[in-house]
């Protein structure tokens, strides 16, 4: 049975005192969720917010790490580093990184490779931008960015393996894919998976959405068979709207 998941992504928000004020919130008013339950947070809050949610239901992400192992790389984050932190999750792959940092297929395959290596989960973006939805390229789109950075990857490696599935048009845009239209997609990467990994890989696999997702759609989506969960941006900044799409898994 795959795991259903609401995982945050705080992106460049929060200092370290507001972070941490957060996720003591998030530990008070989030218990016994139907769900797993991930928040990503900037790399200067991870250990602090380890220590916080230490023994609660929440599990910590980075949002992002180096696709170097170690050296002279002044300002880089290594996979091992974010792992001595606490933290069990890294996303990677996320548009924002694709498009503002030039992170290429090659680079996030390192990424990964670094990220298993070191004990960390995975959780990957994939996702297509408006002009190549309207050029009904979506699903072509999605599937080199597997194949371009993650199918390499053994069985066993794999099960280390959360997608997100991110319309990159429905970002921050408030506009939000249809639950069929994200159903629709979200079966097709699964129809991926099961080609590279098998019908049982596929159907363990965890597919999250992401694109303004908020309480009051997420009932509608996770309604749906291959919506596994959602990756949250800004509504993962207020501990009463992350709450209200964690309960949509009531």
């Known amino acids: ?17 507001e972070g941490i004020a957060l ?12 769900c797993g339950v991930i928040i990503g947070t900037p790399f200067i809050h991870l250990a602090s ?17 180096a696709d170097k192992a170690s050296g002279a790389y002044t300002g880089e984050v290594s996979a091992e580093m974010v792992k001595s932190t606490g933290a069990q999750y890294v996303i990677l792959g996320h548009s924002e990184r694709r498009e503002y940092y030039h992170e290429t297929p090659e680079i996030l395959k390192e990424k990964v490779e670094l990220a298993l290596a070191n004990g960390l ?5 994939i996702g297509e931008s408006l002009a190549e939805r309207e050029a009904n390229k979506q699903n072509e789109v999605v599937k080199a960015e597997l194949a371009g950075s993650v ?4 069985a066993e490696q794999w ?40 019908a049982q890989a596929a159907d363990d696999t965890t597919i999250l959405y992401g694109g303004s997702c908020k309480a009051s759609n997420a009932p ?4 749906k068979p291959d919506i596994d969960g959602g990756l949250i ?6 501990a009463a709207d992350f709450k209200g799409i964690i309960d949509a898994w009531g």
């Not at 380890?50 to 239901?57: F, R």
């Not at 989960?121 to 973006?125: A, L, R």
Request: with cysteine.
């Open 1 to 17: 049975m795959r795991k259903k998941i609401v995982a945050g992504n705080w992106k460049m928000n929060k200092n370290l005192q």
């Open 49 to 65: 917010v380890a220590d916080v949610i230490k023994g609660s239901c929440i599990e910590l992400s980075a949002e992002n790490c």
């Open 220 to 223: 509608e989506l996770f309604a």
């Open 151 to 154: 199918f390499h990857l053994s």
């Open 121 to 125: 989960k995975v959780i990957f973006c």
């Open 233 to 238: 941006g800004g509504a993962s900044l207020k």
């Open 159 to 198: 099960k280390n393996i959360i997608i997100a599935y991110e319309p990159i048009w429905a970002i921050g845009t408030g506009k939000t894919a249809t639950a069929e239209q994200a159903e629709e997609i979200h079966a097709y990467i699964r129809s991926c998976v099961a080609e590279v990994y098998g």
């Open 23 to 34: 996720a003591k919130e998030l530990t008070e008013v989030v218990k016994n969720p139907n």
